[in-house]
Structures are given as C-alpha cells and as structure tokens.
C-alpha cells in the first residue's frame, strides 16, 4: 500500500500546480532482501492479469464546490466522477485554487 501512495504522489496528475521543490538529497537504494532457502526445488512463475488500473485523472479531482470542478467535469465528460463517488479533502492553506479537492471514494483508505 505504502509503494501505490508514492507511485500515485509520484504522477503528474496528482499534483494540482507544476511546482516541484527539489532538494538535492540523493537516497540510498533499500537494501536487497535476504534469500529464502527452499527445500523444495519446486519453482514456479505466476502471472496476474488484472483487468483495469487506476485513472489517475480521477483519484484526486476538484471538489464539487471549486469553481474548477465544472472544468473537469466538462473534459473528462462521462469518465467525470459525481459527488456520490467523492469524499472530500479539505485543502484550506495549501495555496491552492480550491480549499477542497476529493479523492475517489474506492480509494479513500489512501487519504
């Protein structure tokens, strides 16, 4: 769960400004897992095919309330999220244009 928030944080649609503060910080790659020693020569490969993805263009949308939302919902046209599939964010100091924004419902264990 942890590795789908920064992958999300990550997007291009998640950030709502093209403001990026760099620091410079160069992090260390995690360390390599240790071996699991099987018994068993036994090895298999296991493929899932997980039919769908994640929209990123409508985990984080402007609140119903915000004047942006119409824009949204003009654009992104039937794909656009109503407010019974939102759960709102409150944005209040962010510097932003809205002072709330939602998140997809489904995904609200994210938040």
Known sequence: LRVAQQLIAATAEFHSTDVVQKNQQTL???PAPEPISLE???KA?????LNGGAD?????VPDTSCVTYNEYESI????ALGSNKLSTIDATGSNQICTKF?????M????
Request: net charge positive.
């Open 28 to 30: 260390a790659p995690p």
């Open 40 to 42: 068993s020569s036994y």
């Open 45 to 49: 490969v296991v493929y899932l095919f």
């Open 56 to 60: 990123t263009y409508n985990v984080l």
């Open 76 to 79: 992104r046209g039937s794909l």
């Open 102 to 106: 939602a998140i997809n419902s489904v």
């Open 108 to 111: 609200q264990n994210l938040y």
